[in-house]
């Protein structure tokens, strides 16, 4: 069974520019996250999804933050503009549900250098 | 409010040495689960294990083992004869029953094995 996939792996821009992560989950499965890591740092949850609804968003900065998962699949995270305080690692997880028996699994997450 | 605190910022050992892992939290739900994550340097989170509030058993897969004490409010990991391989970081996560199943992660144990 495939994992969770999420693309591009490395990402480097300067700052103001826009920048979007892509994330498929595990077949099947109907919850998505997406989290964000800082260096040295336990994984911080920035939205969640139950099938395309966002049901979780409010740790995400919507002032340029941005996320949608359509047809309940695969699922895209925008920051617009970018700042250097964004350099982190952007990383995906799945799972069947949402209560606390349904294990996440995670991607292999994407690893954003502003500059 | 939730927390999981994990004290040992990082833990070098040297290989077919024991070694355990503390973990920490605090929660007011009665009911909520424990997990631990492995992050080697390719950057995925690797499910190790999940745990519920009401299974205080220790549980023991192959070198690794769990100590969970509901009276201590910890849920340490204990690697037996550590291996290279075992390099990485870990982290445990705890998720209440009613957060939708959104995780809060410690900051994390580093670990070296030696040769």
């Known amino acids: 069974e495939a994992g969770v996939v999420q693309s591009p792996r490395y990402k480097i821009i300067e700052k103001k520019q826009p920048v979007a992560f892509w994330c498929n989950p595990i077949s099947g499965h109907n919850t998505l996250y997406w989290y964000l890591q800082n260096l040295g740092q336990g994984p911080e949850l920035l939205i969640r999804?139950?099938?395309?609804?966002?049901?979780?968003d409010s740790q995400l900065p919507k002032d340029r933050f941005s996320a949608e998962r359509l047809k309940g699949v695969d699922s895209t995270l925008k920051i617009q503009p970018a700042e250097l305080g964004d350099s982190a690692v952007y990383l995906c997880?799945?799972?069947?549900?949402?209560?606390?028996?349904?294990?996440?699994?995670f991607g292999p997450g994407t690893r954003l250098t502003v500059l | 409010a939730q927390k999981v605190t994990q004290a040992q910022t990082e833990i070098s050992v040297v290989e077919k040495e024991d070694v355990t892992l503390d973990c920490v939290y605090e929660t007011r739900d009665t009911t909520y689960y424990l997990f631990w994550y492995k992050q080697p340097p390719s950057g995925e989170l690797v499910f190790l294990i999940r745990r519920n509030s009401f299974d205080e058993q220790n549980e023991i897969s192959g070198r690794y083992s769990w100590n969970f004490q509901k009276s201590t409010s910890s849920f340490n990991f204990t690697i037996t004869a550590s291996q290279v391989v075992d390099s990485a970081v870990y982290f445990c996560a705890l998720s209440g029953h009613n957060q939708g199943g959104k995780l809060i992660f410690g900051q994390g144990t580093e670990l070296s094995v030696k040769p």
């Open positions: 997880a799945s799972s069947l549900g949402s209560l606390g028996t349904d294990t996440q699994y």
């Open positions: 999804y139950e099938n395309e609804e966002a049901v979780d």
